[in-house]
């Protein structure tokens, strides 16, 4: 090796970065992090308020479609949870845990349950208007998405029997 150069050959745009930089940018990324982190709890906490206005109307007979009212309260119930569910997992990161996947597909199971309910209150809706056939568009989707409530009930059990807990 020839003297003065060393093992790593840097080119001198790297070789004239400050030791800082890598420390800002986590910093960056952290401060993106809690600004997102708490952005998802005001909207929680927004749709929370929102869901006892609803609930208030349910309980006080109020509304004229009950059904639909539930659905609705049911659905921003779900979606809060979502919500909380990805503030969680943004918590995590800026506390430097490894990631896990079972967040996302806790997220994905709810978004799914929350469609399943939207279709349910679609068919009952439609099927009070007229009849049609047993094996409709929105039937097939309630199928299929039953199979892929079951594929995630699989893989969190999965995932919660075989992986450690990282905390954090």
Same mark, same amino acid.
């Given at each position: 090796?020839?003297?003065?150069? @060393?093992?790593? &050959?840097?080119?001198p745009?790297? =070789? %004239?970065?400050?030791?800082?930089?890598? #420390?800002? !940018?986590?910093?960056? /990324?952290?401060?993106?992090?809690?600004?997102?982190?708490?952005?998802?709890?005001?909207?929680?906490?927004?749709?929370?308020?929102?869901?006892?206005?609803?609930?208030?109307?349910?309980?006080?007979? @109020?509304?004229? &479609?009950?059904?639909?009212?539930? =659905? %609705?309260?049911?659905?921003?119930?779900? #979606?809060? !949870?979502?919500?909380? /569910?990805?503030?969680?997992?943004?918590?995590?990161?800026?506390?430097?845990?490894m990631l896990?996947?079972?967040?996302?597909?806790?997220?994905?199971?709810?978004?799914?349950?929350?469609?399943?309910?939207?279709?349910?209150?679609?068919?009952?809706?439609?099927?009070?208007?007229?009849?049609?056939?047993?094996?409709?568009?929105?039937?097939? /989707?309630?199928?299929?998405?039953?199979?892929?409530?079951m594929?995630?009930?699989v893989?969190?059990?999965?995932?919660?029997?075989?992986?450690?807990?990282h905390?954090?």
């Amino acid at each position: 090796m020839e003297e003065g150069k @060393s093992t790593h &050959d840097l080119s001198p745009a790297r =070789a %004239q970065l400050p030791r800082w930089m890598p #420390l800002a !940018l986590l910093w960056a /990324e952290r401060a993106v992090f809690f600004v997102v982190g708490v952005l998802l709890f005001l909207a929680a906490l927004a749709l929370a308020g929102r869901s006892l206005q609803l609930l208030a109307g349910l309980l006080s007979g @109020s509304v004229s &479609d009950t059904v639909s009212s539930t =659905a %609705q309260f049911l659905d921003m119930i779900l #979606l809060i !949870l979502m919500i909380v /569910e990805i503030a969680y997992t943004v918590s995590l990161s800026l506390r430097g845990a490894m990631l896990r996947a079972q967040p996302f597909l806790i997220v994905g199971l709810i978004a799914v349950i929350r469609r399943v309910l939207v279709l349910t209150v679609q068919e009952v809706r439609d099927r009070g208007a007229a009849t049609g056939p047993w094996v409709s568009r929105p039937n097939i /989707e309630l199928g299929v998405l039953a199979l892929v409530v079951m594929v995630f009930v699989v893989a969190i059990y999965l995932l919660r029997n075989h992986e450690p807990m990282h905390e954090g």
